[in-house]
């Protein structure tokens, strides 16, 4: 049965950091698609500069959604060492996108804003299966598992840890799933 339930909450766990990461991501979309749109079409930046500028902004926001909200439980290895890499990893992630507007742009002589986004947004895609994959890797680093403590029998028969101490915000209640 306990094979079950930590399976269960593995799960639960990974399905919530999931919905977690996507509504960061989303907005970050928002904030990334949206911004080079204005900056290539509204203020006249060139094809790439603004996708570069864009994501910055956009990671920027991100950065600080996944670490202060999806990733908050996970191990903490320093803010500059965590911003340096997410940046680092997402150069790497703005490569697909930069690559094919480059192309759209440059190679096929496609200028307007439908052959742009339609690059901008494959691209985004292909940028996004690797920081998903990446920052779990690399940056928000998993949590330590916490060693099996020994347990002893207590008087009323129920087993308990052994230097466990209940956390202060904890109140006692009795087991439900036991009879008296």
Do not use: C
């Not at 399905?15 to 080079?36: M, N, P």
């Not at 094809?47 to 903490?76: C, D, M």
């Not at 890499?85 to 150069?91: A, I, K, P, R, S």
Request: a positive charge; charged letters at 15%; proline letters at 4%.
């Amino acid at each position: 049965m306990q094979l079950l339930r930590r399976a269960y909450e593995r799960f639960a766990a990974l399905i919530h950091e999931l919905i977690k990461f996507g509504l960061v991501g989303a907005i970050a979309f928002v904030i990334d698609f949206g911004g080079t749109n204005v900056l290539r079409f509204g203020v006249g930046m060139g094809p790439l500069f603004s996708k570069v500028v864009a994501t910055i902004v956009a990671a920027t926001f991100a950065y600080l959604g996944n670490r202060f909200w999806t990733y908050r439980h996970r191990e903490q290895s320093g803010l500059a060492r965590e911003y340096v890499l997410f940046f680092v990893l997402n150069g790497f992630g703005l490569l697909p996108p930069l690559l094919l507007i480059g192309f759209v742009t440059y190679s096929l002589g496609l200028h307007d804003a439908v052959s742009y986004n339609i690059a901008q947004f494959v691209g985004v895609g292909l940028g996004t299966l690797f920081r998903l994959w990446s920052y779990k890797k690399w940056v928000f680093l998993a949590a330590p598992e916490l060693a099996e403590e020994p347990t002893v029998g207590t008087a009323e028969g129920a087993v308990e840890r052994v230097g466990a101490r209940p956390h202060s915000d904890v109140k006692a209640q009795p087991d439900p799933l036991t009879t008296s």
